[in-house]
């Protein structure tokens, strides 16, 4: 007992070992490669692959600097993991659009398997993630997304936003938390059936557990978890985020049971009351996936996919508001022109202020909040621009190369809200933009993270001024983003003097 203790304790002895499973995990795989010509891409190094090419804290700007190499399909080992990336709007679009089905199957990973258990709409496949993702969507449109009934929703939790942003008198703050609040509590409002207080300690905690996992999602000790399990579980790699989840289930387990005890089928309140009702349609099937796991996990992925996109993509605007005032300026001179003051505003209005609506989607652009995609995989054996990709590989889709592809962007890698507008100032739609990826698996709440955007990012530029602190330049600003699977702007300050 005492010699298993001896090597159990010994953290050189289990690096070691680790290190020799690991080789040989890659060696099996290596000694498994398909004899059809696989996507060119880096010579891999034994165990590492290409992560020597690869900086973990910004793996899109490494794969970015692969592509000019490699072109728009190559192939990445990160570790042991063989990755095929699909770079540039041309290949991308293709992928998703043209052969959905032969790149529509999501690729799991040690890490959406913690967060999931292949539960859900985001991270399942198959029928189950067809049936549940049919139900969320008709399920949000019940409930009035894209429609009137959802814009008073938001306008309702903008006038509360305004509020907290009053609250600070013009003075310095941070605006994370409370946008975060806002638009957590419009998801909210679907799936529990109403929305909730900015102190409500249990729904700050929510949303702290969907931000901190999104954060710790791109970090590089998580990312190492998912490519060597094994050496990442000794070290407890992945045991916050595990944490997380179990507290967020947690919330969700006692909401769906409190709801189940005041359920009327005469009154469907939000997301959990519709399931409760599909289950009992379902009850006399002898197969169904509508089960308590995958409602429990549904209700997490809308409520992280909810809230997060959104929240940051409203924090780079206000950064960049401050970075080009003009700009702010021009939109605040397009809103006094179509809005009286006090006069919330519409969706009806975005196709009056062509120039917002530009900026608007110039900041999605530019923000490219969730640089490297989710994940797919396809389900058989796929011939893509002349290689095999063997079923099962995963894909890549990469969202940067497509969001600053040289090919479709004028000046990619500046904000340039002229993006999208003609000659005349009129916006104009562009086909690679892709901020929600495309396809079968684009992001499912997509037309009400565009209602979200406009109507927040109208309404605060309608009721103030956003200025930088006392002492910060606009040189001083950060545009880099911090690190993360999602890419939120760096922590800052901002002071929001109001118009009226």
């Known amino acids: 007992m005492a010699f298993i203790t001896y090597f159990l304790t010994r953290v050189d ?9 690991a080789i040989f995990i890659y060696w099996m795989n290596g000694s498994k490669k398909s004899k059809a010509k696989m996507p060119p891409g880096p010579t891999p190094l034994p165990l590492i692959g290409n992560l020597n090419m690869v900086d973990l804290k910004k793996p899109h700007q490494s794969l970015m600097k692969l592509s000019e190499k490699y072109g728009e399909v190559f192939t990445v080992h990160f570790g042991p993991k063989k990755v095929v990336v699909l770079a540039g709007y041309k290949a991308v679009k293709e992928a998703l ?5 032969d790149f529509g199957e999501r690729a799991s990973s040690p890490l959406f398997d913690l967060t999931s258990n292949k539960h859900g709409i985001v991270f399942s496949n198959g029928e189950k993630w067809k049936s549940m993702r049919r139900f969320a969507l008709s399920t949000l449109r019940d409930f009035g997304m894209g429609k009137k009934t959802m814009e008073a929703k938001i306008q309702d939790e903008l006038v509360a936003l305004i509020e907290q942003f ?39 905690n929510l949303v702290r557990i969907v931000d901190e996992n999104a954060k710790l999602a791109g970090t590089p000790k998580v990312m190492l978890f ?29 909401c769906v049971k409190k709801r189940r005890l005041e359920y009327d089928a005469n009154d469907i309140a939000g997301y959990i009351d ?29 409520f992280g996919a909810g809230t997060e996109t959104t929240s940051t993509t409203i924090r780079w605007g206000i950064l960049l508001m401050m970075k080009y005032p003009e700009i702010q300026t021009k939109i605040q001179d397009e809103i006094k022109k179509h809005l009286k003051p006090g006069q919330l505003p519409s969706v009806e209005v975005r196709k009056k202020m062509p120039y917002t609506d530009a900026v608007v989607h110039e900041i999605q652009r530019f923000a490219n909040i969730v640089p490297m995609n989710l994940p797919h995989m396809p389900p058989t054996d796929v011939y893509f621009h002349g290689y095999c990709i063997p079923k099962g590989t995963e894909i890549i889709p990469f969202l940067t190369s497509v969001l600053f592809d040289k090919t479709q962007w004028k000046t990619p890698y500046d904000f340039n809200p002229n993006h999208f507008l003609d000659d005349n100032g009129k916006f104009v739609r562009h086909d690679a933009f892709m901020p929600f990826s495309a396809g079968k698996r684009a992001c499912a709440g997509e037309s009400l993270a565009k209602m979200e955007l406009f109507l927040f990012f109208i309404g605060l530029l309608q009721a103030f001024t956003f ?5 910060v330049s606009r040189e001083d600003l950060n545009l880099k983003p911090g690190i993360g699977f999602i890419l939120a702007p760096t922590p800052y300050m901002t002071c929001a003097k109001p118009n009226y």
Request: hydrophobic share 40%; charged share 20%.
């Open 13 to 21: 002895v289990l690096l070691f070992l680790s290190a020799c499973f």
């Open 97 to 101: 659009i043209t052969r959905a089905e």
């Open 166 to 204: 009053k609250f600070h008198n013009g003075k310095p703050f941070d605006t994370h938390k409370i946008i975060n609040y806002a638009v957590s509590n419009v998801i909210s409002s679907i799936i529990f059936g109403k929305r909730f207080e900015y102190d409500d300690p249990t729904f700050q």
């Open 226 to 254: 998912s490519l060597y399990p094994v050496i990442g579980a000794l070290f407890g790699l992945h045991k916050k985020v595990k944490q997380n989840i179990q507290d967020a289930k947690s919330f969700v387990l006692k």
């Open 274 to 302: 519709a399931y409760f009702m599909k289950q009992k349609q379902e009850s006399t099937k002898t197969e169904t996936y509508f089960d308590e796991e995958n409602l429990i996990y549904s209700v997490l992925d809308l």
């Open 467 to 471: 200025h930088l602190p006392p002492g």
